[in-house]
C-alpha cells in the first residue's frame, strides 16, 4: 500500500538557521502531498500542500515541491524562528471511489532555540 | 466560523471497557474522518463516514465502530478496550465532492489503565 517515509528526529536548530525535513512517498497514481504541524497540546494544522508534480506549496515561509522523479516532498524554510517549534508530519492523499484517506509519515519534531 | 470540535479532551478507562467519543465538523462540512495517533507515531486512517454510512476503513478490528448523525456529526466507538488502544484520536472533516482540505480537530486522548 501507499507509505510515506520522512526523517527521523529530533532536529534541533538556533533561530535563524536553515531548515530541510525530509520525506519520501510510496504510492500507486499520483497523490497529493501535504504537510501538516502539530503544536503541544494541539490537533493538525495543514501547513501547506502540493496536488501535481512539480507543484510548489508555500506558506507561512515554508516550502515544499512536488518531485515526481525522486518521489519526494521535502520541507524547507529559510529562517526559522522559536514560534516554529513544533512536530511536523509529511502526509500524502489515498483515494478510493471517491473517498479520500490520508496516510503520514511518523512525524518529525523540531525545536528551535533562541 | 467554528472547527472541528471533539469531546471529551481526554477521557480514562479501563481495559475491558467501552468509549465513545465525538465530533462535530465545521459547518458546511459532510464528510468525517476517524484517526488514532499513538505517542510518538502519525495518525492512522480508521474510517471515514459519507451520509451517515462508513464510506472508507482503515485495517482497525470491528471493535471499533461509528455512526454519523444527519447533522453530519459522528461519533467513534471502541469496544473490550486493551492497553493499546491509548493513542490521541483525531476527527478530521471535509466538504465532499473533490480532493478537499482535511480540517483536524484537537482530538480525544484516551487512557485505558
Known amino acids: 500500500g501507499d507509505s510515506v517515509t520522512q526523517m527521523e528526529g529530533p532536529v534541533t536548530l538556533s533561530e535563524e538557521a536553515f531548515l530541510t525535513i525530509n520525506c519520501t512517498y510510496t504510492?500507486?497514481?499520483?497523490?497529493?502531498l501535504f504537510w501538516y504541524v502539530q503544536y503541544p497540546g494541539e490537533g493538525l494544522q495543514l501547513l501547506l500542500k502540493?496536488?501535481?508534480?512539480?507543484d510548489k506549496g508555500s506558506n507561512k515561509g515554508f516550502e515544499a515541491t512536488y518531485r515526481k522523479e525522486t518521489t519526494s516532498f521535502h520541507l524547507e524554510k529559510g529562517s526559522v524562528q522559536v514560534s516554529d517549534s513544533a512536530v511536523y508530519f509529511c502526509?500524502?492523499?489515498?483515494?478510493?471511489?471517491?473517498?479520500?484517506?490520508?496516510?503520514f509519515g511518523k512525524g518529525t519534531k523540531l525545536t528551535v532555540n533562541p | 466560523d467554528a472547527g472541528v470540535t471533539q469531546s471529551p479532551t481526554h477521557l480514562i478507562k479501563t481495559r475491558g471497557q467501552q468509549v465513545t467519543l465525538r465530533c462535530s465538523p465545521k459547518?458546511?462540512?459532510?464528510?468525517v474522518s476517524w484517526y488514532q495517533q499513538a505517542l510518538g507515531q502519525g495518525p492512522q486512517f480508521i474510517f471515514q463516514?459519507?451520509?451517515?454510512?462508513?464510506?472508507q476503513r482503515g485495517n482497525f478490528p470491528d471493535r471499533f465502530s461509528g455512526h454519523q448523525f444527519p447533522n453530519y456529526s459522528s461519533e467513534l466507538n471502541v469496544n473490550a478496550l486493551l492497553l493499546g488502544d491509548s493513542a490521541l484520536y483525531l476527527c478530521?472533516?471535509?466538504?465532499?465532492?473533490?480532493?478537499?482540505?482535511?480540517?483536524f480537530g484537537p482530538g480525544t486522548r484516551l487512557l485505558v489503565l
Open positions: 504510492a500507486t497514481g499520483y497523490p497529493s
Open positions: 459547518s458546511g462540512h459532510d464528510t
Open positions: 463516514y459519507y451520509e451517515e454510512e462508513e464510506r
Open positions: 502540493a496536488t501535481k508534480a512539480d
Open positions: 478530521a472533516s471535509i466538504l465532499s465532492g473533490g480532493q478537499e482540505t482535511q480540517y
Open positions: 502526509a500524502l492523499s489515498d483515494v478510493q471511489g471517491g473517498s479520500e484517506k490520508l496516510v
